[in-house]
C-alpha cells in the first residue's frame, strides 16, 4: 500500500519525566463545538457508580516495571465515559467496518459498538459497510440495530464481510462526506489501522466533524504496545485441540511425529503460546527465530535424539517461520502482506525424506493444518468480555470527541492509543526475553542459535529500545508537538 500517513502526535510532558502521548480531539481543528450533558448520568445502571466518568487527567503508564530514580515515561490517555459529550443522540451517523483477515471476536466487536451507541447513547443510526474499505465506495451499506446483531457474536467471520487491498482514500472520505456519516469505526489489524490514520488525516484537512476510531484486530497478536489482540486467547486455545490430535497420532504409532502449523505471519505469537499451554510439544518453530535442518544443533538431529529418548514427537511451526529455508517467491497479497509458501507440508517432505531415505529410520508423520479452522470459530468466553469493553471504550472515545485513536489494552486498563503508535512498528516474540526462554526451557529444544546470532539479537533488541526510549523523550515542550531527530 503507497499510502503514507503523516500523523502528528499530541505530547504533552509533565514533571518527574511524564510523558502523555495524546490522540487527537475534534476541537484540535474545530473550534467552539457545543457540548452536552454525558447521557449516562441518567441511566439507571450507571448513575449509581461512583466516579463512572473518567478524569480528563487520568492517564496509564506504557512500562510499569520503572526504577527509583528512572523517569514516569510514556502514558496514554485512560479510555472511558467522559462528563460532555459531543454529539446528541439524533446527530450521530455512525458506520462500521471490518478490514484483514478474519479473527475470532469480530462480530461481538461489531455487536457491542451498536448495542453501547444505542443503549447508553442512545444513537439509533449505524451503518454497516459491507466488504471491508471497498465497501464504503462500491457496495451498498447495512443498516444494524441492536436487533440485527443481537446473537451475532455466537458465529465466527464478521456479519459485514472483509477484505484486502482497496483502500482509496479519497473515495471512502468522499462516501463517508456523502452519506453524512460522523463517526466511523474501524476494525482491523496493522494495515488497517494505517489506512484508518490517513481516512483521519484526510477528513480533518477537510475540516469535517467526523471521528474515525480503530479496534485492534490480529490473530497473529502482532500489533505493538496492546497487552494483547482479542481473538488470540480464543485461537491459542483452540489450537490445543489440533496439537492434541498431533500427539495422540504421533504417540500411537512407532516413530511418529506429529506436525502442526499455526498462524503467525511475522509474529510467532499463538505458536509459542499454544505450545507453553499444551506441554505435548517438543519443538516450536517461529519466525523470530531462525533454525535449520541438518548438522549439529539442527533439526534433524534434535528429532533423532527426540524420537530415540521418547518415540515420539510434536512440532508446531508457525507459518512465517524458517521462510529462508523455502525459495522466495515475492508474491503479495492485495494489501501488501508477504504471500508464504506453506512450511508445514515443506518440513514434513524435508523430515520424512531426511528420515526414511537418508537415516533409513522408518517414521510415521501426520502433518495438521488447522490454521482457517482456528480462525473462524466465534470468541471464547473471555475473549467476548474483552471485546465488549474494547468496543465499550471505543464508542465513550467518540461520543467524548476524541478521533485519531485505536482504543487498546495497555497493562490491564483501557486506553485510547494514537494511530501511529500503533502501525510504527510490529509487535514480536523477542527471542532473548523471558518469555523465549521459558518456552526453550518447557520443550528442551535447541535455540538453534550461536553465540554471535544471540550477540546479534540482543544488540538488536537493545537499539530498538534505545530508540523507542529516544522517541518517547525528545518532544516540543512548547507546541507539544513530536520533533523527529
Ligand atoms: N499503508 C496502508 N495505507 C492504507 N491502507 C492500508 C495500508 N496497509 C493496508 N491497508 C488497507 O487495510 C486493509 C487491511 O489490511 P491487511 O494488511 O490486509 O490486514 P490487517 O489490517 O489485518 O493487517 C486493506 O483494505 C488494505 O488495503
Ligand atoms: O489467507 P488470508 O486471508 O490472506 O489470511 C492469512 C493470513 O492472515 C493472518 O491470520 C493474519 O493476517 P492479518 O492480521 O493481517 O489480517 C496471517 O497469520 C495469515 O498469514
Ligand atoms: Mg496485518
Known amino acids: 500500500m503507497a499510502n503514507q500517513s503523516n500523523f502528528q502526535m499530541k505530547v504533552t510532558e509533565g514533571n518527574l519525566g511524564y510523558v502523555l502521548q495524546d490522540v487527537p480531539h475534534l476541537t484540535d481543528y474545530i473550534p467552539n463545538l457545543p457540548t452536552y450533558p454525558n447521557p449516562l ?14 478524569d480528563m487527567d487520568d492517564s496509564v503508564p506504557q512500562k510499569i516495571v520503572v526504577h527509583k530514580d528512572s523517569p514516569r515515561g510514556v502514558h496514554f490517555r485512560r479510555a472511558g465515559p467522559r462528563q460532555k459529550v459531543y454529539f446528541t443522540p439524533e446527530e450521530v451517523n455512525a458506520c462500521i467496518v471490518t ?11 461489531i455487536r457491542e459498538i451498536v448495542h453501547s451507541l444505542d443503549y447508553m447513547y442512545g444513537a439509533t443510526k449505524v451503518l454497516g459497510i459491507d466488504g471491508g474499505y471497498r465497501g464504503f465506495y462500491s457496495k451498498n451499506t447495512k443498516p444494524l440495530s441492536p436487533k440485527i446483531v443481537n446473537d451475532i457474536h455466537k458465529r465466527g467471520g464478521t456479519i459485514l464481510g472483509t477484505s484486502r487491498g482497496g483502500h482509496d482514500t479519497m473515495k471512502i472520505v468522499d462516501s463517508i462526506q456523502d452519506r453524512g ?9 496493522d494495515g488497517t489501522q494505517k489506512g484508518a490514520a490517513v481516512i483521519y488525516e484526510e477528513i480533518r484537512k477537510r475540516g469535517l466533524k467526523v471521528i474515525v476510531a480503530g479496534i485492534p484486530k490480529t490473530i497473529d497478536n502482532d500489533i505493538s504496545v496492546i497487552d ?4 488470540f486467547d480464543t485461537a491459542v486455545e483452540e489450537a490445543q485441540r489440533a496439537i492434541n490430535a498431533a500427539h495422540v497420532e504421533a504417540e500411537s504409532a512407532e516413530n511418529g511425529i506429529g506436525v502442526v502449523k499455526l498462524m503467525g505471519r511475522y509474529s510467532g505469537f499463538i505458536a ?12 516450536c518453530l517461529i519466525p523470530e527465530s531462525p533454525f535449520y535442518l541438518e548438522g549439529q544443533g539442527g533439526l534433524f538431529e534434535y528429532i533423532a535424539k527426540r524420537l530415540k529418548e521418547n518415540g515420539h514427537m510434536v512440532i508446531v511451526v508457525a507459518e512465517g517461520a524458517g521462510e529462508d529455508l523455502l525459495s522466495a517467491k515475492n508474491e503479495q497479497d492485495a494489501s501488501g502482506n508477504k504471500l508464504l509458501q506453506d512450511i508445514g507440508l515443506w518440513l514434513s517432505r524435508r523430515i520424512k525424506e531426511h528420515f526414511s531415505k537418508q537415516q533409513k529410520l522408518p517414521i510415521t508423520l501426520k502433518y495438521i493444518d488447522p490454521t482457517y479452522m482456528i480462525r473462524a470459530i466465534p470468541s471464547n468466553a473471555s475473549d467476548n468480555v474483552y471485546c465488549t469493553l474494547l468496543a465499550q471504550s471505543a464508542v465513550h472515545g467518540a461520543m467524548s470527541g476524541f478521533t485519531g485513536f485505536t482504543s487498546g489494552l495497555v497493562n490491564g486498563r483501557h486506553t485510547y492509543i494514537p494511530f501511529n503508535r500503533i502501525t510504527e512498528q510490529q509487535n514480536k516474540v523477542v527471542i532473548t526475553d523471558r518469555m523465549w526462554a521459558r518456552l526453550l526451557s518447557s ?5 538453534f542459535l550461536g553465540r554471535k546470532q544471540l550477540d546479534e539479537a540482543k544488540k538488536e533488541q537493545e537499539s530498538q529500545s534505545q530508540l523507542m526510549d529516544d522517541a518517547t523523550n525528545i518532544a516540543d515542550a512548547k507546541t507539544g508537538n513530536r520533533i523527529k531527530k
Not at 228 to 231: A, D, E, K, N
Not at 272 to 283: F, I, K, N, Q
Not at 443 to 447: D, R
Open 181 to 189: 456519516i460522523n463517526q466511523v469505526y474501524i476494525i482491523g489489524g
Open 443 to 447: 520443550t528442551n529444544q535447541p535455540s
Open 99 to 109: 478490514c484483514g483477515g478474519l479473527c475470532p471476536g469480530l462480530n461481538t466487536v
Open 272 to 283: 509459542m503460546y499454544a505450545t507453553l499451554a499444551s506441554r505435548d510439544v517438543d519443538c
Open 228 to 231: 494483547q489482540s482479542f481473538g
Open 41 to 54: 448520568r441518567f441511566n439507571p445502571a450507571y448513575s449509581v457508580v461512583k466516579q463512572y466518568f473518567v
